[in-house]
């Protein structure tokens, strides 16, 4: 399995981007998927997680409400639609792929390689 994450950049405070993961290697509609982030000298981070199907989705407490996971089984596209961003928001986000929807990076077996995300206030 190959996670090429992508879509990260340098944005103002209250700025939007979308974050892209182009899965390949196996079925992608058989794993449960994630996006994680991890800002300098801080532990990963939560963001969202989406089941298979799509239809179940989770969120950190700090992005809920301005984060909006999404996935396109046709396309092996994981997306992350991010509003409102704050400069709390600046890490390099990653996707993960694992066989179970949870918020632990334990959970995922298969990780990307992250795109920076620079939010300035």
């Known amino acids: 399995v190959q996670l090429q994450a992508s879509g990260g950049g340098l944005v103002q405070a209250g700025g939007s981007l979308r974050l892209s993961c182009a899965f390949s290697?196996?079925?992608?509609?058989?794993?449960?998927m994630a996006w994680f982030r991890q800002a300098p000298e801080k532990d990963r981070e939560f963001v969202a997680a989406?089941?298979?199907?799509?239809?179940?989705?989770r969120y950190g407490d700090s992005v809920k409400g301005r984060f909006t996971i999404s996935r396109d089984n046709a396309k092996n596209m994981l997306y992350l639609q991010m509003n409102s961003l704050r400069p709390e928001d600046t890490a390099l986000y990653y996707c993960?792929?694992?066989?179970?929807?949870?918020?632990?990076?334990?959970?995922?077996?298969?990780w990307g390689q992250g795109t920076q995300v620079t939010v300035s206030s």
């Open positions: 290697g196996r079925d992608f509609s058989m794993y449960f």
């Open positions: 993960a792929a694992g066989p179970v929807l949870y918020d632990d990076p334990v959970a995922y077996n298969q």
């Open positions: 989406i089941s298979k199907s799509g239809r179940e989705t």
